[in-house]
Nanobody, 121 residues
Framework: QVQLVESGGGLVQPGGSLRLSCAAS????????MAWYRQAPGKQRDLVAR?????????????IYADSVKGRFTISRDNTKNTVYLRMNSLKPEDTAVYYC?????????WGKGTLVTVSS
């Protein structure tokens, strides 16, 4: 049974930083493209950042980011710990959302509970 557990969210002031973590109980973690998604209140869930496995022909050699977070967010992964991270700098109120990790493209049965990030003064 696959389990993805997100952590690291919280309340932060505009301009602040957070690092999210996603611990994955999944066999062959290194074989998956991993991604962070977010869902703001009343909006659809969107892709934030993606980091590929680099082992398949369709892999991207560099992470891919939504335009709204480019230059501010950094996705990384540690295949020895089955963990993917999202470092978020220069946070803005519009970054407020529940953040989820999943494989890319996402699999419905893999969604976890997410972690809430609130950016507010």
């Amino acid at each position: 049974q696959v389990q993805l557990v997100e952590s690291g969210g919280g309340l932060v002031q505009p301009g602040g930083s957070l690092r999210l973590s996603c611990a994955a109980s999944i066999s062959n973690f290194r074989g998956y493209h991993m991604a962070w998604y977010r869902q703001a209140p009343g909006k659809q869930r969107d892709l934030v950042a993606r980091i590929d496995n680099r082992d398949t022909p369709d892999s991207s050699t560099t992470p891919i980011y939504a335009d709204s977070v480019k230059g501010r967010f950094t996705i990384s992964r540690d295949n020895t710990k089955n963990t993917v991270y999202l470092r978020m700098n220069s946070l803005k109120p519009e970054d407020t959302a529940v953040y989820y990790c999943n494989i890319y493209p996402p699999r419905m049965s893999f969604w976890g509970k997410g972690t809430l990030v609130t950016v507010s003064s």
